[in-house]
């Protein structure tokens, strides 16, 4: 079980009793063994973790090598995104070569259809500086977001509350 000691950090406890008895069988006292098993119950969360992720991983790579139908593969990878990130909604948008924009290729747990309709040029903001300079961008308060964001009135309409956009390379 977890505990909070007064300086107010938390620890995991494991305890064990056993009951030590007299010659005639009655117990007479409560032996208890306290330990603080923090280390090892931080340790199996990372552990498991990382197996999550490994398996995700795992189930992306199936899809990519056993189908040649990318439909299929960005299913299977939305499916582990939204799974292993404990996210709402996911989408790809692909940059086809030669093109200045992005173009809805698949979403998973969208409420509407305005995200697949939306078609967006990388001039400038968010979403340019995440595909142009492959970096990850992050707005964690949608509704604090300037009305320019390139993603504003279609996040705002499906009730998002944080954004995220990874360049997948």
Avoid at 56 to 76: P, W
């Amino acid at each position: 079980y977890r505990i909070e000691r007064p300086d107010g950090v938390r620890r995991w406890v494991r305890e064990r009793a056993f009951p030590l008895k007299d010659d005639e069988g009655n117990v007479y006292r409560i032996v208890g063994v306290a330990d603080d098993v923090t280390g090892r119950k931080e340790a199996d969360t990372v552990i498991r973790k990382q197996f999550e992720r490994l398996s995700s991983l795992r189930a992306i790579d199936v899809a990519i090598t056993g189908s040649v139908d990318m439909q299929l593969t960005l299913c299977v990878l939305l499916d582990q995104v939204t799974l292993c990130l404990h996210v709402d909604a996911a989408a790809v948008l692909l940059c086809r070569e030669g093109s200045s924009s992005l173009e809805f290729a698949a979403g998973r747990g969208f409420r509407g259809n305005a995200v697949q309709r939306n078609r967006i040029l990388l001039r400038s903001g968010q979403l340019a500086e995440a595909v142009l300079h492959r970096r990850r961008v992050v707005i964690p308060d949608v509704t604090a977001a300037t009305p320019d964001f390139e993603r504003f009135a279609v996040l705002r309409a499906e009730g998002a509350v944080s954004y995220a956009a990874v360049p997948l390379v």
